[in-house]
């Protein structure tokens, strides 16, 4: 089986500020999120977690998975898609002409501004993750956790489910939900 799921909330998430690859912390909010994803998911076998370097995918997953004999793995590919320029600005997603409206809005016509990432790079350092680590463990019966971030976890999602650009945002990516992304 494969599973993803979001990191808890943060002061940035709350604010509507683009987060990115700057390293922010779980707020109280956040952390008492990933404790209750324990409790709900106890019950739910994983071999192995492969994680995000950035501190709130970290804190999610050591959280989520407290007190179980399970080793988390931290993947640099994981990493939230960088926004460059963009990364703590708040809201946006609501003005039309900034790139990042369309990153949120009509992501197939997404052009990275300055410092940022391109959606062709996050889906190749993504789909090598998956190709390399994730799909052949799930092949072979493994059980594979992946804790991440909103714009990454939906390239994963895009990338197993076979979606286009224009679907990138077609799954909801709440904070601290699992989701089944390959079952038996």
Same mark, same amino acid.
């Given at each position: 089986?494969?599973? *993803? ?8 998430? +709350? +604010?509507?500020? %683009? ?5 922010? =912390? ?10 209750? +994803? ?34 988390? *793995? ?10 460059? *320029?963009?990364?703590?600005? +708040? ?5 039309? =002409? ?19 990432? &391109? ?10 993750? %998956? ?5 052949? #463990? ?7 956790? *992946? ?7 939906? &390239? ?21 939900? %699992? #989701? ?5």
């Amino acid at each position: 089986m494969l599973y *993803i799921m979001r990191h808890g909330k943060t002061d940035w998430n +709350a +604010a509507y500020r %683009l987060q990115g690859q700057t390293d922010t =912390d779980l707020n109280a909010e956040g952390v008492r999120m990933a404790q209750e +994803a324990a409790r709900e998911y106890k019950g739910i076998h994983f071999d192995v977690c492969y994680c995000s370097p950035l501190k709130r995918a970290r804190e999610t997953a050591r959280l989520v998975l407290d007190g179980r004999d399970i080793p988390i *793995i931290i993947d640099e590919r994981l990493k939230e898609m960088a926004f460059g *320029i963009y990364e703590g600005f +708040a809201n946006t997603y609501a003005f039309p =002409d900034c790139p990042m409206y369309a990153f949120f809005k009509h992501p197939e016509e997404y052009k990275a501004p300055l410092g940022a990432e &391109s959606m062709e790079e996050l889906f190749a350092r993504t789909g090598e993750f %998956l190709e390399q680590v994730a799909l052949p #463990q799930v092949e072979a019966g493994k059980d594979v956790l *992946i804790i991440g971030h909103g714009a990454m976890n939906s &390239s994963i999602v895009c990338q197993v489910k076979k979606r286009t650009l224009a679907e990138f945002w077609a799954d909801p990516i709440p904070n601290c939900k %699992l #989701q089944t992304l390959i079952g038996n």
